[in-house]
């Protein structure tokens, strides 16, 4: 019978980066995979940058702008 693998990975996290500046985007992800919340900057929601928009297709969100702010899951 094979062994269960359990695998670990240490991420050293430095304080200063957990910073949020005015341009920066949060998404929240469940254990899942699901999209639970996600933070945009007003000023960028005319046009997000297109990696932006790459992650919010992967989510089924086509249209950011048609969004409610409220939680996902």
């Known amino acids: ?4 693998v ?6 050293e996290v430095d304080e200063e980066d957990l910073d949020f500046d005015d341009g920066d985007y ?5 254990s ?5 919340h996600m ?6 929601m005319e046009d997000p940058p297109k990696e932006i928009l790459k ?3 992967i989510f089924g969100i086509k249209n950011l702008h048609t969004f409610d702010d409220r939680t996902l899951h």
């Not at 019978?1 to 269960?4: A, D, F, N």
């Not at 933070?39 to 960028?44: D, K």
């Open 1 to 4: 019978m094979p062994k269960e």
């Open 6 to 11: 359990e695998e670990h990975i240490d991420i």
């Open 26 to 30: 949060g998404f929240i992800i469940d």
């Open 32 to 36: 899942e995979g699901n999209l639970k």
């Open 39 to 44: 933070m945009i900057p007003e000023t960028l």
């Open 55 to 57: 992650i919010l297709k």
